[in-house]
């Protein structure tokens, strides 16, 4: 809901229209970017929060284009306000050395949760699992993991989010070789393929080669942030021990 409040005032839409019809689109929207596609179609990027009728009336009768009644219903502050307090009872999840991996609203622990803060109602957190436990996981980043378990009947489940392929597409078996450094392929059946320049859609079987990059360098579970190469590095890396050293002697 907060990503409703937290809304841009200013909607878009893309129209791809016949070059034909295109004067009459023009004439009642307030345009962003004209793309022509080919020489029959043009893609228009519009505001789409305007009353229509209103627009072209204004525009046959030569004055100010616009209307202040048709806003995006958001409201930023709630938007922020919600973030805040949701961040405020994620961190003592986060920072808890239980805690393998957390997400946006999300945690993997090795120990059991407050059972007060379970539950089926607004706010609570969810048990996924739904009382089982999972006998082994690997993490390699945000949205790289993957882990199986054993469930009532005694039947091993696999599951896996990897970034590029459709979740739980990926075995264990396949994330624990990706944690090895090998790349794993996968074939990706019926992935939508669309043309900008024929505004056709075709729908075809690919393969995605799957591997770990390590674009986050994590020393005793610390991250490293990495170095700007450039001429600037000295006057950088000074910039930034001066103010940690401010910010010591602030403290």
Sequence with gaps: MYGYFGRKQTGLITNNIKNENLINLLSTRIVKTVQPINDEYTSVLSYSNVNDDLLDKLNNEFHTIGSDNFYVQSNVAIAAAVTSYARIAMIPIKIDPNTLYTDTDSAFTTKPMDPTLLGPELGQYKDELKGLVINEAIFLGPKKYGYYIIDAEGNRKDYSVFSGVPRN???????????????????????????????????????????????????????????????????????FNKFRSFITIFL
Excluded: C
Excluded at 177 to 197: L, V
Excluded at 225 to 236: E, L, S
């Design 169 to 239: 597409s990926l075995t264990f078996e396949e994330v624990k070789a990706i944690s090895n450094g090998e790349t794993i392929t996968k074939d990706i059946p019926n992935r939508f393929y669309k043309s900008f320049n024929t505004l056709d859609i075709n729908i075809k079987d690919t393969k995605i080669s799957v591997k770990n990059t390590n674009t986050k360098v994590l020393v005793d579970n610390i991250y490293l942030p990495p170095k700007i190469q450039n001429g600037y590095n000295g006057y950088i890396e000074n910039l």
